[in-house]
């Protein structure tokens, strides 16, 4: 198999750490069992990362937030799809805290299924992980149920107690399944230098070597 592997400065519908806007249309809470707890993939590659970034990086400290890094990590090899997704942020604010400690995953149960790996706060030489049944509270949010349209996706939700300034927010998660649509073909974008960029940003593709995966570059992306 093949480790493809692209790196950079900046991340990339999971919405994790992130508060959104609640949208309009209905909302209803279902069972929470839609949200499994798993040990990270035995296949994903979890690169150390800086916790204290040059001073010269501002872009990637926005509402009293440092996003020290991004790290999604897709898996071809095996019998379905697999997303793999990493982030940490360093706290500088009581707002960024309050930003922060929001976590929200959207999925949709028809095709995928969704496994929480660890919310986990680094505090000095302290770590807490917050990852245990029930944390997550799991929501239908219909937004065009006024028109009379619906899509059946899940939003997961956890606001993380206790987060203070200097903290180091760490989360990560995995989606398994593909639409239906694709008919087992994958399809995926790698953006650099986005409205939220991180410090570190890392897209990894692992692969069988006899399956060849065509790409694009625009706007002259890092190498």
Known sequence: ?????????????????????????????????????????????????????????????????CRLLSDMQVDLTGPELCWSYRTAQRILTKEGA??????????????????????????????VDHARPGCFQVFRRERDIERLMLNGRLTASFLVPDVRANDILEFSCSLYGETPILKGKYQSWVAFEGTNP????????????????????????PP
């Open 1 to 65: 198999m093949n480790d493809c592997t692209s790196s950079g400065r900046v991340w990339g519908r999971v919405v994790v750490n992130d508060i959104g806007e609640s949208g309009r249309g209905g909302s209803a809470t279902v069972s929470v069992d839609e949200v499994r707890y798993a040990p990270v993939p035995a296949w994903v590659d979890l690169v150390p990362y800086e916790t204290e970034p040059s001073p010269d990086q501002e872009s990637a400290i926005a509402n009293g937030v």
């Open 98 to 127: 309050e930003r922060a400690s929001h976590i929200v995953i959207e999925f949709d149960p028809g095709y995928q299924r969704l496994e929480v790996h660890a919310v986990r706060i680094r505090r000095g030489d302290q770590s």
């Open 198 to 221: 991180s410090f570190d940003y890392r897209h990894r593709l692992l692969k069988r070597r006899d399956r060849a995966i065509a790409s694009r570059e625009f706007n002259d992306p």
